[in-house]
């Protein structure tokens, strides 16, 4: 028996590397805030069968300083990740698709996390 859509209208199952507006608010302290694009990271097979993704927060704002925050030029121009905000969000949160990253980039993003969570 098929579990019912509990998001309807939305994607039930974002995959790997694509990139969806997420609303991060509310938040604390130096947590990224706002409805901003962000790529997901967990695996498409869990995130069929789970309510949460994980997701990093991407901006247009500041320079790149890896691993922290890294250049991703298949999100835009000017975009770069921000893998210390990396974090577990609802797929209520979720708001439309905004693209998808890259093999190059998305490796990089892999990358970075392996290195800052010590993997």
Avoid: F
Wanted: positive net charge; glycine residues 6%; contains cysteine.
């Amino acid at each position: 028996m098929n579990k019912p859509n509990r998001n309807p209208g939305q994607n039930p199952s974002p995959k790997r590397g694509e990139i969806y507006w997420v609303n991060l608010d509310p938040t604390v302290g130096s947590e990224i805030r706002k409805t901003r694009p962000c790529v997901v990271i967990s695996l498409t097979v869990i995130n069929e069968r789970r309510r949460t993704i994980v997701v990093v927060p991407l901006s247009s704002a500041g320079t790149p300083r890896p691993p922290l925050v890294i250049a991703i030029p298949s999100a835009g121009p000017g975009r770069t990740a921000r893998i210390d905000q990396i974090r577990s969000v609802d797929k209520a949160r979720l708001a439309k698709p905004h693209g998808m990253l890259d093999h190059a980039d998305l490796n990089t993003v892999e990358h970075a996390l392996r290195t800052v969570l010590g993997l």
